[in-house]
């Protein structure tokens, strides 16, 4: 897994850089959330302990760090069902990487459930340009018992996009790039990775679904950090000069508090002529 998330950081940062290079300027770049519903939640059923269960929800729209796992050992049956999530929501962007797991040592006699849920709705006061990037992946069977989705849905729950893949017993995985203009509105942005129970009741789904994306507003101007009216090579050197501090400034454009990768993209999303 560890391997996965390397190779993904590499592809969002192109594929979001290359997304805005594509898209233009359009006024926005702010994301005002109005309700969220992230959690994780993980179950077992067995003959000798009935049902067991752990969750965890987030607070607010504060960062999100969890890891639930319900274990149950019914005579010479082992259960495990395990949950993840961890995900951000700033003033200009949302990431977020939630997984849910299954395994056991025996075939028969216990049930297991494994969920990661991310659901935030916003608002953009404004037309703002997006890039999403991300992935979705399963891995394991029996059939039709793991899912993992990434969707975004806009005013009236009109479908702006939406990526599913339900599990059929072996590996897949499908990368996700999503660019384009939203208009102003309200908005959801719902993701998860989830295990059903087994059926028949004798029956453990082993294996993994995963979701993980990074997604991405720009505003007018943001980067316009000498206030030429333009973003170019000076505003570029005063954000590398601020990297990794926490400055209180421009350079933190996204404002969580640190100058990163983040802020590289909107700057760089912004390069030219403030429109």
Not at 99 to 115: D, K, L, N, R, Y
Not at 168 to 178: L, M
Not at 263 to 272: E, F, I, M, P, V
Request: charged residues 15%; negative net charge.
């Amino acid at each position: 897994m560890c391997s996965k998330r390397a190779d993904m950081t590499t592809v969002a940062v192109v594929a979001v850089v290359a997304a805005f290079a594509t898209a233009g300027q359009v006024d926005g770049g702010t994301i005002i959330p109005i309700d969220q519903d992230r959690w994780t939640q993980t179950a077992v059923w067995s003959e000798c302990e009935f049902f067991t269960t752990d969750s965890d929800a987030a607070k607010g729209f504060s960062p999100f760090n969890s890891l639930v796992q319900t274990l149950q050992q019914c005579d010479d049956i082992l259960g495990r069902a395990t949950a993840s999530q961890r995900s951000e929501i700033g003033a200009s962007s949302m990431t977020a990487f939630g997984s849910a797991a299954s395994e056991g040592e025996s075939p028969t006699a216990i049930q297991t459930v494994a969920a990661s849920i991310f659901e935030v709705a916003f608002e953009l006061p404004a037309a703002s340009n997006f890039a999403l990037d991300g992935v979705i992946s399963v891995d394991g069977g029996p059939p039709n018992l793991i899912t993992a989705l990434i969707r975004l849905t806009g005013p009236g729950d009109q479908m702006i996009f939406e990526h599913t893949l339900v599990g059929a017993g072996g590996p897949d995985s499908q990368v996700i790039e999503e660019a384009g203009v939203l208009e102003p509105g309200e908005y959801t942005l719902y993701a998860y990775a989830d295990f059903s129970w087994a059926n028949p009741i004798d029956v453990i789904p082993l294996g993994e679904a995963f979701f993980d994306f990074m997604f991405v507003i720009a505003g007018p101007c943001p980067a316009d950090l000498d206030g030429d009216s333009s973003v170019g090579i000076l505003d570029l050197l005063a954000l590398l000069a601020a990297w990794g501090t926490d400055p209180g400034g421009p350079p933190d454009l996204d404002g969580d508090g640190t100058v990163g990768i983040l802020d590289l993209l909107t700057l760089l999303a912004n390069w030219g002529p403030c429109a």
